[in-house]
């Protein structure tokens, strides 16, 4: 009974010591995703007519913060309101002088369109 348990013992050892180790032999894995033409660049006009959900890519300016992460964003055809959380700054600094480029998604509902970015960086 003894040599039993302790065979069973070392055999439960060694199966966890090869799953905990089964993630740490080096090969780091990517997530994937498409790789293809960008989409291209819209104005404000047509992002106030798109769908709900759809894709948008915008240039402009962010002329000021509303508050609670919304801010009012600007081209030459108007402007909009878009919420760009925290997290998605990723460590840019702009001011209302700045040219950016924002991708995201049209937010729509029955009373306002907004935007909500996924990315923001400075125009190059």
Do not use: C, H
């Not at 040599?3 to 060694?14: D, G, N, T």
């Not at 000021?64 to 925290?86: H, R």
Request: glycine share 8%.
């Amino acid at each position: 009974m003894n040599k039993i348990l302790s065979v069973s013992a070392f055999a439960i050892v060694l199966a966890l010591s090869n799953v905990s180790f089964a993630g740490f032999n080096g090969d780091v894995q990517q997530a994937g995703g498409f790789v293809g033409p960008e989409p291209s660049v819209n104005t404000v006009a047509e992002a106030l007519k798109m769908s709900d959900d759809m894709a948008v890519v915008l240039e402009g300016k962010i002329e000021k913060s509303l508050g609670n992460e919304e801010y009012m964003f600007s081209d030459s055809t108007g402007s909009i309101k878009v919420e760009i959380d925290d997290d998605n700054w990723r460590g840019v600094t702009v001011t209302p002088e700045d040219k950016v480029v924002i991708r995201g998604e049209v937010e729509k509902d029955m009373f306002k369109t907004e935007i909500e970015v996924d990315k923001i960086e400075l125009k190059k």
